[in-house]
């Protein structure tokens, strides 16, 4: 049985990544298929789609700021937000009632409330992973959507504090000790090394909190988040991150199937389930008005916007929860299954579009922007140094040494990253923050003056997002690349790169060079 589940997989994952679609699509595909064909979930695939949703919010925990959450945009956008979504929908779905719309007919206040409720999060499992593909978790609009996705998991914690009446015990006061023992922790963190303990320290973290948290009578996830956060700071965050991103994307498969799972509709449900999936641009619209009312930039609000305009798996969650007090029917559960799924497919199809749609059609947005910009949300370009560095990763910073080592300060670096940028600065690099797929950042650089662009980016939709920017704003430079694979090469190259770098080949070729020079002079 298990081998059928990797099977179809496999299968629909692989179909939905021909059509260019994130896999997990095929995911919720291939459950709602073994669904149909009478097979259930086992207690498998739910414990690896709780281990990958553990894990995931662990991760996210590690890449996460808490003065991101501080800022105005994110906890008062998440308050603002959740405020008039409950107002506005519920006024929507009463009037459903009234017309008596099947499922809809017999609803109680209450129930209407409840089901608003559990429509207003979006889901963090589908934006992590739609940020992680396009490369965007560390840009201006990744972090604001993963802050207000915090924002939402502390509501939905108090929810379900407040549901099932489950009061944190008195020992849960013992978790500040973690404070002054952070020296302590970091240390034992650093004697880990590089090899198979890494991840081994990163499950141990990341279950024993959680296991420690339900002890004391706290949402074990929440304890995943909170850990996380608390080992940002550390230097091998990153790596603990990159080494437990196979497992949690393998784990999360489980979620993706689970969702599928969940039950068979009827036609009446499917039909109530389309209905509420045309909330989604209620949602977007909220979001993007909020987020341009605080200043922020139409493309930073657009993109974040979208990239929320879907609803959670916590929603089924609190459906589950609801529907064992009593308070909401099985069917019910059963059409926000179908309802979540749906805005899933959505909002993964619409992102694929979104930074050509924005393109095409910024001038209609930027009529709503405040005149007045954010403090971080101003760049000046820094120097006149001819050759520009995208993408200060460790090929990026030694492209950047190499090339300063011929010619001081011919080069300066760009990267979404503020605290890498923060430490290379502080290394004496001249390297700056900003996002070089925002077509607004290159009208206000003066491009006669860069003569090189090199984009020292792994993802090719990077690559091909920026070059389309470049050409756009009618950059006469030429621009190189590095690409993992042969096939990647070639398609960059036919996108209009002028000279792409085969990232293992040219490490050969460097390696054998440097290695000749030994014995040759």
Not at 308 to 325: C, D, M, R, T
Request: hydrophobic residues 55%; contains cysteine.
């Amino acid at each position: 049985m298990d081998f059928i589940w990797i099977l179809f997989a496999f299968i629909c994952g692989l179909a939905a990544k021909s059509i260019t679609l994130p896999p997990s699509i095929g995911y919720l595909l291939a459950g709602f298929v073994l669904n149909f064909m009478g097979m259930q979930a086992d207690d498998t695939i739910l414990n690896l789609a709780n281990l990958g949703i553990t894990l995931m919010l662990f991760t996210i925990g590690l890449k996460l700021n808490i003065s991101d959450l501080l800022k105005r945009e994110v906890w008062f956008g998440s308050i603002a937000h959740t405020s008039i979504w409950m107002v506005a929908i519920i006024a929507i779905l009463k009037l459903l009632v009234i017309l008596t719309v099947p499922y809809m007919a017999d609803l109680t206040n209450e129930t209407v409330a409840l089901i608003v409720f559990a429509l207003s999060f979006s889901s963090t499992v589908c934006v992590v992973k739609l940020l992680e593909e396009h490369g965007e978790m560390k840009t201006r609009h990744g972090k604001l959507a993963i802050g207000i996705l915090v924002m939402q998991d502390i509501f939905a914690v108090i929810f379900l504090v407040l549901a099932t009446q489950k009061v944190p015990s008195i020992w849960a006061l013992l978790l500040l000790l973690a404070f002054p023992l952070k020296p302590l922790a970091n240390k034992l963190i650093d004697q880990v090394g590089h090899g198979e303990l890494l991840p081994l320290a990163g499950f141990f973290i990341t279950f024993g909190t959680y296991e420690l948290f339900e002890l004391l009578n706290i949402k074990g996830d929440l304890g995943a988040l909170l850990v996380g956060m608390y080992f940002a700071s550390h230097s091998k965050a990153t790596e603990i991150t990159k080494s437990l991103l196979s497992f949690k994307d393998l784990f999360l498969i489980g979620f993706f199937l689970s969702v599928g799972f969940a039950a068979l509709p009827s036609l009446d449900m499917l039909a109530t389930a389309f209905l509420l999936t045309l909330l989604l641009p209620v949602k977007f619209l909220l979001f993007f008005s909020l987020l341009v009312a605080l200043r922020l930039r139409a493309r930073t609000a657009f993109l974040s916007a979208l990239a929320l305009s879907n609803f959670s798996e916590f929603g089924l969650i609190v459906a589950s929860l609801s529907s064992k007090y009593g308070w909401l029917t099985n069917e019910w559960l059963v059409i926000l299954s179908i309802t979540v799924s749906i805005s899933f497919v959505i909002t993964n199809v619409l992102y694929n579009f979104a930074h050509e749609f924005y393109a095409a059609h910024r001038e209609s947005f930027t009529k709503m922007e405040k005149p007045e910009r954010l403090a971080e949300d101003i760049f000046v370009q820094p120097c006149d140094a001819p050759i520009c560095i995208i993408g200060m990763g460790r090929v990026g910073t030694g492209a950047y040494l190499a090339l300063d080592g011929q010619v001081e300060g011919q080069a300066w670096g760009l990267d979404t990253d503020k605290e890498k940028i923060a430490q290379l600065q502080q290394e004496g690099v001249q390297a700056y923050w900003g996002d070089a797929e925002d077509a607004d950042f290159w009208e206000r650089i003066y491009l006669d003056r860069i003569e090189l662009i090199l984009l020292a980016l792994p993802s090719v939709q990077d690559v091909k997002n920026i070059t389309y920017q470049l050409k756009h704003a009618d950059f006469k430079g030429k621009i190189a690349a590095i690409a993992r694979y042969s096939d990647e090469q070639e398609e960059l190259q036919e996108f209009g790169v002028d000279k792409v770098f085969n990232f293992y080949s040219e490490v050969g070729v460097g390696f054998a060079e440097e290695s000749k020079a030994l014995i040759t002079t």
